[in-house]
C-alpha cells in the first residue's frame, strides 16, 4: 500500500493528459499473438495490474493487418461485459499500438489442455453457460466474433472463462442481415462459412459462433476435436469432412452428449444459436443463469496459482531474441526524437516531422475517465432529481401555510371568539342552528310589539344594553382578534387577504 501511495505522488497524470505508454510500468511476458505480444504491466499513478497487448505498425502494415487492429479496438471500446477480457486504455507510438485489458492470471485453455488436463462434463457445462451469456451479449450488440477456440478463452485466478481476441470479428450494422468473409480458424470454423466462400449461400450469421462452441466444449471434454481439420486442409476436403458424423465418447453422460450434438448441427436452423435455447437443453435446465452471471457459481476447475498459466518461453524470447524489446522503448524513443531534432535541412530550418498516417484514424481509449464521467453524471442527476422534489415539497408547504395563516374560519379562531355551536361536522349542529334562528325570530317579533305599543325599547328591564346578547359579544371579541392580527401581519400577507376578499 505504501509503495502504491508512493507511485501516485511521483507518477501523477494530470486531469487532460492522455493515456501513453510512460505511465506503466513493464514486468514481464506472457503471451504472443499473431499480430503483437502481451505482456504484465502496473499503472505508475494507480499501482492496478493490467495485460498489455502490444502489436508494431510495421509489421501491421506489412501484413496488410493494420484495419483489423483498428476495426478491433472500434469494437472493444463499446463493450463492457463479466466474460469478455475488456479494454481499458487505446493509445500508439511512433512503433507500437497498445491495447491495456483486464489481467487474467488463470491462462488460457489452450495452455491447459497442452499440460493434459481432463475437463469434466460439469466443467465444461460451466464453461458454456459463461460463453453463452457472452455471445448473447455479442448478439445485442450485432457483433459476430469468428474465432472462438481454446486459445482465446482466459481464465481467471477462480476458473472463470472470459472471451478474448476480437482481431478477426465484425460487426453487422447499416441493415445488414449477413457477413461474408472466409475468417477464423479452420478447425473451428461453422460449415455455413465454407458454404459462403463457395457462393452456396449469401452469407452467415451468430449462428457460427455456437458451432465453435461446440467444437470447444467437446475438444475440452474429450482432448481431441470432432473432426480431423487442420489449418493446412484445403476447403473442398474440409466439407467433405463435415458431413461425417463426430465420434461420441460413451462414458459422456447423455444429456451432455445431447448439449454438444445440438451445437454441431451442420444445419444452422437446428443448432442452438441463442441464449433462451441453450437454457431449455436438459443439461443446462439446472443451471441458475443470474447466478453465473454474477460469477456465484463456483468453476470445478481452479487453475493452480503457485506459477503463472502461460508458456515461460515468451520472457525469454522478449529478453533476448527480440530485436526492439519492450523495456527498452523509452531509451529507444527518446534517441529517435533527439535525432530528428538535430537534422536540420540546408537552409538551418528544422524539418517537419513526418505525420503519422493512423493519428487520426487510430481510437484513443480511456475507460477510467469514460466512468468517471458516468459517474459524475449519475450524481448530477441524483441531484437534479432531489432539488427538484425539494422545490415541490417546499412550494406545497408554502401554499398550505398560507391558507392556514389567513383564512379565519371559526375552528382555527382562539376559544373565546369561536361562535357557540360552531362545528358543522359535529352531530347536533343541525338542530343547535334550528334553535339559534328560533330564538332570533322570537326576539324580533318582541321588538315589533313593544315599537306598536310605544314602549321604550332602552328602558324595558329586557332591554339589550342592561344585557347584551352572546352573539354581538363574540362578533366583538372576534372582530377586535382579528384587528390585532392584522397588526402584526406582513404587508404582502395583507395585500393577499384583500384581494382573496375581492
Known amino acids: 500500500m505504501g509503495v502504491n501511495q508512493s507511485a501516485k505522488r511521483k507518477h501523477h497524470i494530470k486531469d487532460d493528459e492522455e493515456v501513453n505508454f510512460d505511465h506503466f510500468q513493464i514486468l514481464r511476458a506472457i503471451g504472443k499473438g499473431s499480430f503483437g505480444k502481451v505482456c504484465i504491466v502496473q499503472k505508475k499513478d494507480t499501482g492496478q495490474m493490467y495485460a498489455m497487448k502490444y502489436m508494431s505498425k510495421s509489421v501491421c502494415f506489412e501484413r496488410d493487418a493494420l484495419r483489423n487492429v483498428l476495426r478491433e479496438i472500434e469494437i472493444l471500446t463499446q463493450l463492457d461485459h463479466p466474460f469478455l477480457v475488456n479494454l481499458w486504455f487505446s493509445f500508439h ?64 485466478e477462480e476458473g472463470h472463462a472470459h472471451l478474448t481476441d476480437f482481431n478477426v470479428a465484425t460487426k453487422l450494422e447499416d441493415g445488414k ?50 473432426y480431423e481439420i487442420h489449418s493446412h486442409t484445403p476447403n ?17 453422460p447423455a444429456e451432455f452428449t445431447m448439449l454438444v450434438q445440438q451445437l454441431l448441427q451442420l444445419d444452422a436452423l437446428q443448432r442452438i444459436t441463442t441464449l433462451e435455447s441453450l437454457k431449455t437443453q436438459p443439461y443446462m435446465m439446472e443451471m441458475n443463469f443470474e447466478d453465473i452471471m454474477e460469477k456465484k457459481i463456483a468453476p470445478v476447475f481452479v487453475p493452480p496459482r503457485g506459477h503463472l498459466n502461460c508458456d515461460p518461453t515468451f520472457e525469454l524470447e522478449e529478453m533476448i531474441v527480440e530485436s526492439r524489446p519492450l523495456h527498452k522503448k523509452k531509451k529507444r ?117 313593544q315599537k306598536a305599543s310605544g314602549t321604550d325599547v332602552g328602558t324595558s328591564g329586557n332591554s339589550e ?38
Not at 473442398?236 to 459422456?252: C, I, N, S, Y
Open 236 to 252: 473442398k476436403d474440409v466439407r467433405q469432412l463435415l458431413k461425417a458424423a463426430p465420434e461420441w465418447p460413451p462414458a459422456w
Open 93 to 156: 507510438d511512433e512503433e507500437d499500438m497498445f491495447l491495456v485489458q483486464d489481467l487474467l492470471l488463470g491462462g488460457d485453455l489452450r495452455y491447459h489442455l497442452m499440460q493434459n488436463v481432463m475437463f469434466p462434463p460439469e466443467a465444461v457445462r460451466i464453461y458454456v453457460a459463461e460463453m453463452g451469456l457472452a455471445l448473447d451479449y455479442l448478439q445485442q450488440k450485432h457483433i459476430i466474433h469468428r474465432d472462438i477456440k481454446p486459445d482465446n478463452i482466459l481464465l481467471d
Open 465 to 502: 344594553d342592561e344585557k347584551p346578547s352572546s352573539s354581538s359579544s363574540v362578533d366583538g371579541k372576534k372582530q377586535a382578534w382579528a384587528k390585532r392580527r392584522s397588526l402584526t401581519m406582513p404587508e404582502d400577507a395583507k395585500l393577499w387577504k384583500k384581494s382573496l376578499k375581492n
Open 177 to 226: 442481415r449477413y457477413a461474408c468473409a472466409l475468417s477464423g480458424t479452420k478447425p473451428y470454423m461453422a460449415p455455413e462459412i465454407f458454404c459462403c466462400y463457395a457462393e452456396e449461400i449469401p452469407g452467415y450469421c451468430y449462428s457460427v459462433d455456437w458451432w465453435s462452441l461446440g467444437v470447444v466444449a467437446y475438444e475440452l471434454c474429450s482432448g481431441r476435436r470432432p
Open 333 to 449: 524513443l527518446a534517441k529517435q526524437r533527439s535525432l530528428r531534432e538535430l537534422q536540420t535541412t540546408p537552409l538551418g530550418e528544422q524539418e517537419p516531422t513526418p505525420l503519422d498516417p493512423l493519428a487520426e484514424e487510430f481510437t484513443t481509449f480511456n475507460r477510467q475517465r469514460e466512468l468517471e464521467r458516468m459517474e459524475r453524471e449519475r450524481k448530477e442527476s441524483e441531484w437534479e432529481q432531489e432539488l427538484l422534489r425539494a422545490m415541490e415539497a417546499s412550494s406545497t408547504f408554502s401554499s398550505n401555510t398560507a391558507r392556514k395563516e389567513f383564512r379565519l374560519s371559526d375552528s382555527q379562531l382562539p376559544a373565546e371568539c369561536q361562535s357557540p355551536g360552531s362545528g358543522l361536522d359535529s352531530p347536533s349542529s343541525s338542530s343547535s342552528l334550528a334553535h339559534a334562528s328560533t330564538s332570533v325570530a322570537s326576539t324580533s317579533m318582541q321588538k315589533i310589539n
